[in-house]
């Protein structure tokens, strides 16, 4: 009996290609879309990963494959894991990555334990990115993917070694050209759907009216903007409505283009400087997870990204007393931002990562 993998299918080529190549490689493949996210019909965008539009894509590539195809619904943990998480960082003055935590936490850990509900051995999905094992180490490793474009490696830093070990990434040694032209040989409808770049629940991009419509109107409050040396220059509306490096938006008229710098809760304070004085060279991370090895005994040489688009920067990290880690890069890095993922590499493997939670100036 062939081995049983539960795709996840949200609609897009890439996970529809990724269902295609496990069917022809032999497994018992099984198609789900995990409903994460109430979508209104008003809303509708034909992109989103959780939209009618979507399942509706989804259940034709998998009547096109011939696969069984179900609807799982996640929409509780979503709300829990994710929408209460990304609210509840911005109020602190931090700047979430949603799609971060639901990889944690919906899935490669909620979607993980429903597949082996359905007698799976493995869970799959259209990540660009690679699993391969250790033999020397007894470790699974997550690399990145070949198309270096579309690499995904960074969004997926948190899985475990049981995730990995259950998990496959087809779509690791493609390019995003090959996938599509794949989808096209297949025959199927989605082979030039457009990528879904947005945050699947903020409808209309306006993450500000989703977070005021979440909260109390006593939970953002307006305060001062400070410069560097604590001047007021004037008032801003609220935490949540900046992050580190904003520009655009602030509504000041200083004379020179002023940049947010950082966010003070304890001040409820936004501070304002140059653009010089973005620029850092260490941070610490909490909630730190290693892959490649079990824990960081001292320092290692690493290259680091601070965000998903961010180029992989030589650094040292070094484990703090505290359990958090020190990263300090050989060069200054622009806007680092609390609440934001770094991810650790060597050449293609992902050392770990963690949540930027504190920056060093």
Not at 59 to 88: C, H, M, Q, W
Not at 293 to 299: A, I, M, S, T
Request: hydrophobic share 40%; proline share 4%; with cysteine.
């Amino acid at each position: 009996m062939s081995d049983r993998v539960v795709v996840g299918m949200s609609g897009g080529v890439d996970s529809s290609v990724a269902a295609a190549l496990l069917r022809d490689e032999g497994y018992e493949v099984i198609g789900v879309t995990m409903r994460i996210w109430q979508c209104n019909a008003e809303d509708e965008r034909e992109t989103a990963c959780c939209s009618l539009s979507a399942v509706h894509d989804a259940t034709r590539v998998a009547e096109k494959l011939g696969i069984p195809f179900y609807v799982l619904d996640f929409r509780e943990s979503f709300n829990a894991k994710v929408i209460d998480y990304f609210t509840a960082e911005y109020l602190q003055g931090r700047t979430p990555n949603p799609c971060i935590a639901c990889n944690q936490h919906i899935k490669f850990g909620a979607f993980l334990d429903k597949a082996r509900g359905l007698g799976a051995q493995y869970i799959a999905t259209g990540h660009y990115s690679r699993i391969s094992f250790d033999e020397k180490k007894g470790r699974y490793l997550l690399l990145c993917g070949e198309d270096k474009k579309k690499d995904q490696s960074y969004v997926l830093y948190n899985l475990t070694q049981e995730q990995l070990a259950r998990t496959l990434f087809p779509l690791g040694m493609y390019t995003k050209v090959q996938i599509r032209q794949v989808a096209k040989e297949l025959g199927l409808s989605v082979a030039d759907k457009a990528e879904s770049q947005e945050i699947c629940f903020i409808t209309d991009d306006n993450y500000k009216g989703f977070i005021s419509a979440r909260v109390s109107a006593d939970e953002i409050r307006p305060g001062p903007f400070l410069n560097t040396s604590g001047e007021v220059l004037g008032q801003h509306e609220g935490l949540p409505f900046y992050t580190v490096g904003q520009r655009k938006g602030l509504g000041l008229a200083l004379g020179y283009p002023a940049y947010v710098v950082a966010l003070d809760p304890a001040s409820n304070s936004v501070i304002i400087g140059h653009l010089d004085e973005n620029y850092q060279r260490s941070l610490r991370a909490a909630e730190n997870n290693f892959i490649a090895l079990e824990k960081l005994d001292g320092p290692l040489k690493v290259e680091a990204r601070i965000r998903y688009k961010a180029a992989p920067a030589p650094a040292v990290i070094t484990p703090c007393k505290d359990g958090r880690v020190e990263v300090r890069f050989a060069a200054p890095q622009r806007a680092i931002t609390p609440g934001q993922s770094v991810v650790y590499y060597q050449g293609d493997v992902v050392i770990g990562g963690g949540i930027i939670d504190e920056v060093i100036y």
